[in-house]
């Protein structure tokens, strides 16, 4: 079955809930991701196969120059099928095309692989404060 790909593409809550549960591995819990997205994010992609959603990624910004990659979400059957790689592909077009100059993201160790490999990110020099 074919997957297509669709930026600032329609989806329901439901479907990105348990998306984000199968991809970070927590209960179900309801994010309200759809309306957060639609309000404070450059755009978002989704991946959709026989109309339901199996891969999302953020791109929230700062109004400007930067861009940042979160949620980088894709169902646990398709994992390692290029989907991810896709997502993230098609949010750097969109950043490119959007005027910003740079992409940023942040990621768990075990995933150095796909960003830096499959993704084509360099590693920076970065900070972080821990709020809670």
Do not use: K
Not at 59 to 83: C, I, K, N, P, Q
Not at 86 to 114: S, T
């Amino acid at each position: 079955m074919t997957i297509t790909y669709e930026w600032r593409g329609d989806f329901d809550d439901a479907a990105a809930d348990a998306l984000h549960a199968e991809a970070f591995g927590h209960p179900r819990t309801p994010l309200g991701l759809r309306e957060r997205v639609r309000r404070h994010s450059l755009g978002w992609v989704c991946a959709h196969r026989g109309g339901g959603l199996v891969g999302f990624v953020n791109v929230a910004w700062d109004g400007g120059v930067h861009a940042f990659v979160l949620d980088t979400m894709v169902a646990r059957e398709l994992r390692r099928a290029g989907v991810g790689a896709e997502l993230v592909a098609a949010a750097v077009r969109e950043a490119r095309a959007a005027g910003c100059e740079w992409l940023h993201v942040d990621f768990d160790e075990h995933l150095r692989p796909f960003y830096f490999g499959a993704c084509g990110f360099t590693a920076t020099d970065a900070g972080l404060v821990a709020l809670r």
